[in-house]
């Protein structure tokens, strides 16, 4: 058991050597891009590209039709911008409009991590793309790749008296986590280079970085809209006298797993202990050290926090951050959640006005019916706040004044926006990842189906009458979890082309995983199974319950309160 990998199954994983090679992350990323002879990169740079932000993918869509005629794929590059919290300025807001018409495919994708995604960037235009992002005051450093990804906040605006705090601690959290190197500033930004890599030093990451992506966020009760639970490292803000005082802190949360790998699960974190509010950067920083040193180097699936919690048990993670803290975490505080979704409309926090917008899945482009990617510009030309994408996908038109409002108003009026009211239930609580056709780990489609899904699901919800009764419904591509399925009442998680795995039970709280009920379906026999669930449920739910607490008490599914119970064969199902 050697001293740098000392709870191994294993040898290093070949990531871990790409790593050790990359002279802090540089690897050959100039040369390859600067290469023009092919519109791709080479594998390991592909690999190393992550950590500047950015992933090489192509369109699958046209992939056969190319090899047909002799022609590489259509290769792309998707670029994440790192934006603590979710907070952008109006005239960032525009800069990323621009940049997706330029050079991207003329989309915006709003993440499930409050943050911007463009797509269809070609090679050539990677660099001037980077470059005006970081002249409208933003970066991609750390967005992606074995390190921590873009911390997150709550962003209800009915919490608004605490948000400026709170956003404050994750753009602190955020930028104390960076990676030190100057790689991304040579290769994108033209800054000038080491000479000598012994110049450099990671103190947090060390050479070779984390063992995998890392995820944190803080969340604000009543509200748990970040889903405190899936995250690496969870903080929950504990506010008495409508002060906040500080943070429970909760550990080892993940939504990955691997399809017909039952050494793979999701997970929910644990709460350890309570933290005051200056010492936040510090707990962070102390426990991405424990999972840099503890975590697992062989097997990448097995690498992320929740394994190594799970290993070591949280006792111990107490025990060792205590440790490393130098002092000891206290005793846990109070608290309650009440959902994990957004509050649509206008509402007031702090004396300024607040518009949640709803945002299917996340993505921004203009139809022929509705143009809402010109109708956000056009706000944003006349915007003097901030905009808020929450965790759910949608935007907050923050922080408006009374003055402003009647303006803000007549341009949703003029491009009829929605906030989601028109909608049912179910659809201003669905989420999806972008799966097909640009994802290369995508099964089957995700959010380019969930819609349609959700518009034959409708016609069963209206004929129970539960067209307004709030469930979770979830869509992703793959088991790797990117919309939090595993916490969702109702999930679909892709595993075949038109084929989807179903779970039931999650919680709408976001503190309960979901159980598998059915497997490898297509839209026939999903409908046929959730029919008489939800007509069932009309019929037999106690007042107030939602639909996840009544498919286990109703026996459809056993309950499952920790990823170690995700695979267990129950005992007894209902039919």
Not at 114 to 141: C, E, S, V, Y
Not at 491 to 516: C, E, I, M, Q, T
Request: hydrophobic residues 35%; glycine residues 8%.
């Amino acid at each position: 058991m050697s001293k740098k990998f000392p709870y191994e199954a294993g040898p290093p994983s070949e990531m871990e050597k790409i790593k050790a090679d990359s002279n802090y992350l540089r690897g050959s990323l100039e040369e390859s891009f600067e290469d023009p002879l092919s519109a791709a990169i080479p594998d390991y740079d592909g690999k190393l590209i992550k950590f500047h932000g950015s992933y090489m993918q192509d369109d699958r869509d046209i992939r056969l039709e190319r090899k047909k005629q002799m022609l590489e794929p259509a290769y792309q590059f998707m670029i994440r911008v790192r934006l603590p919290g979710g907070v952008a300025t109006p005239e960032q807001w525009l800069v990323m409009d621009d940049l997706s018409n330029q050079y991207g495919n003329g989309t915006l994708k709003l993440t499930t991590r409050q943050t911007f995604q463009m797509h269809g960037i070609l090679k050539w235009n990677m660099k001037p793309t980077m470059q005006h992002i970081h002249r409208a005051l933003l970066d991609t450093i750390a967005a992606c790749g074995d390190v921590n990804r873009n911390v997150m906040c709550g962003a209800n605006p009915y919490q608004s008296d605490v948000h400026a705090e709170v956003q404050d601690l994750a753009q602190k959290v955020s930028e104390h986590l960076l990676p030190r190197t100057k790689a991304y500033h040579e290769i994108w930004l033209d800054g000038d280079k080491v000479i000598d890599s012994r110049e450099e030093d990671e103190p947090i990451y060390g050479e070779l970085y984390l063992p995998r992506k890392f995820k944190i966020g803080i969340a604000v009760p009543p509200s748990n809209d970040i889903d405190v639970f899936s995250q690496d490292l969870g903080f929950i803000a504990i506010v008495e006298n409508n002060q906040l005082v500080g943070f429970n802190v909760a550990v080892g949360g993940g939504m990955g797993s691997t399809h017909g790998d039952t050494t793979t699960y999701p997970q929910v974190g644990k709460v350890i202990g309570f933290c005051p509010k200056d010492k936040l950067v510090d707990v962070a920083e102390n426990v991405i050290t424990i999972q840099r040193d503890y975590g697992n180097r062989s097997s990448r699936k097995h690498a992320r926090f929740k394994y190594t919690v799970d290993r070591l048990g949280k006792e111990w993670i107490l025990q060792e951050l205590n440790r490393r803290l130098g002092w000891e975490l206290g005793v846990t505080r109070d608290f309650e959640f009440e959902r994990n979704g957004d509050r649509y409309g206008w509402e007031k926090g702090d004396g300024k006005w607040h518009l949640t917008l709803f945002i299917q899945n996340g993505r921004l482009l203009d139809t022929g019916e509705y143009k809402l990617k010109a109708a956000i510009r056009e706000i944003a030309k006349i915007h003097r706040g901030e905009f808020r994408l929450t965790p759910n996908q949608n935007l907050i038109v923050s922080n408006v004044t009374d003055k402003e409002k009647s303006s803000i108003e007549k341009l949703v009026k003029k491009f009829r926006l929605t906030d989601g009211q028109e909608n049912s239930a179910l659809r201003r609580n669905s989420m999806a990842c972008v799966a097909l056709p640009t994802c290369g780990l995508a099964m089957a489609e995700s959010e380019r189906y969930l819609p349609s899904l959700i518009d034959k699901l409708e016609t069963l919800l209206d004929e129970a009458g539960l067209r307004e009764e709030e469930i979770t419904i979830r869509m992703t591509g793959c088991p790797n979890g990117c919309a939090r399925p595993g916490l969702a009442e109702i999930a679909f998680v892709g595993k075949a082309p038109g084929k989807y795995n179903l779970y039931l039970g999650g919680s709408f709280h976001g503190d309960r995983l979901n159980k598998l009920y059915k497997e490898n379906i297509g839209e026939k026999e999903i409908l046929s199974t959730l029919s008489p669930i939800l007509f069932a449920y009309a019929k037999e739910r106690k007042e107030k319950e939602h639909f996840g607490d009544y498919v286990i008490r109703a026996g459809y599914v056993e309950e499952v309160k920790s990823g170690l119970d995700f695979h267990r064969v129950p005992s007894e199902v209902r039919n």
